[in-house]
């Protein structure tokens, strides 16, 4: 019995231990609500020409997706997060996909229509990529909580697991339902859409 | 003037063109130039051909000058199915190069002179996607008689 008990012990601290390293396990990547950052303030234009802004989406769970239809592992994530904008859209989560296409929406609407797209979407810019860190591949995703602070980040291909947790951590997080200051109405960066950008 | 070129985003660096040699172009002939590329581990390029309409082809475009390209030759694409990818993507791995047939124009001054391309790709590894990019490149050309 007293050689049992230190190897269940120690079985029981390995599984915990394994259980933290785990990706799946119930959004560990999100960090703690105290080491969030604020998502720093945008100003675009979606497809249909209307204004979207980070204050706009305030209240709400937003998975910010920078992509580009030249991007092959992008579009793996684009089902998922079709998906998800159904699923969790009740819940107060929104997508926002900003692709980084050079030529703006000569590629992207057509992509859009074709991908059965249901979320929102804008073209991004160098300033945007810069005041999110400066985006270097795609795909590179923030999720921001309900009061606009970043709560998880990945750059490139993840597993549709990580986001749903994610997701549906962040949705279920009591604590989050009041937008702090950080996220008034006035951007504070001005993001020039080039011609080709305008919707 | 030789260009060696290392090409980076942020702080990636995943493509090397190697020094284009000169070349000689008889006026009556022709001759080729090789434009060697050297591409990081993990990485790939999308080929002349990608099957996706929406991905963007490696592409070298020659500007005007005292010999024309007659043709640009690539290798053949190898066809493989990324992490990514339902179906095989025709792709440029590791080391290859890009060869191009010269001949001289008509009424082409003989000397030494530079002709300029400008090579176009976009790189991928099996989890993301780099910005495409436009490099410049220089090749010194001898028209000859």
């Known amino acids: 019995m007293t050689k049992v008990m230190p190897r269940l012990a120690f079985s029981a601290v390995l599984i915990l231990l394994l259980a933290g390293c785990s990706n799946n396990s119930g959004g560990a990547n999100v960090r703690a609500s105290g080491d969030r950052k604020a998502a720093p303030a945008f100003k675009l234009k979606d497809s249909s020409g209307g204004e979207v802004t980070l204050a706009s989406l305030k209240g709400k769970v937003v998975l910010l997706n920078f992509w580009a239809t030249w991007c092959g592992p992008c579009e793996v994530e684009i089902p998922w997060f079709v998906e998800f904008e159904q699923k969790y859209k009740d819940q107060g989560f929104s997508v926002l996909g900003v692709s980084f296409d050079d030529d703006g929406w000569i ?43 970043i709560a998880a980040k990945h750059r490139g291909l993840v597993d549709k697991r990580d986001y749903q947790d994610e997701i549906i951590k962040l949705l279920a997080d009591p604590k989050a339902a009041i937008y702090p200051e950080t996220g008034d109405d006035a951007p504070r960066f001005a993001l020039l859409l080039r011609p080709n950008q305008r919707p | 003037m030789l260009l060696a070129s290392l090409y980076c985003f942020g702080q990636i660096n995943v493509l090397n063109v190697a020094p284009l040699r000169k070349i000689t172009v008889p006026v009556n002939g ?92 976009q790189a991928c590894n099996d989890r993301m996607c780099l910005p495409p990019r436009t490099v410049d490149l220089s090749l010194p050309v001898e028209v000859s008689k």
């Open chain 1, 107 to 149: 590629s992207v609407r057509p992509y859009m229509a074709a991908h059965k797209i249901n979320y929102r979407i804008a073209i991004g810019s160098d300033e945007l990529s810069q005041v999110y860190g400066g985006v270097d591949a795609l795909p590179t995703s923030f999720i921001i909580d309900r009061t606009g602070r």
């Open chain 2, 30 to 121: 022709t001759a080729e130039a090789s434009v060697a590329l050297q591409l990081r581990d993990g990485y790939h390029v999308n080929s002349n051909t990608p099957a996706d309409a929406y991905f963007i082809p490696l592409r070298l475009t020659w500007g005007a000058g005292p010999v024309e390209a007659v043709s640009v030759i690539y290798p053949k694409p190898q066809l493989e199915k990324l992490a990514f990818s339902e179906k095989p993507v025709s792709i440029f791995t590791g080391n290859f190069e890009v060869v191009t047939k010269f001949k001289a124009v008509a009424g082409a001054v003989l000397g030494q002179n530079v002709m300029t391309a400008k090579l176009r790709y």
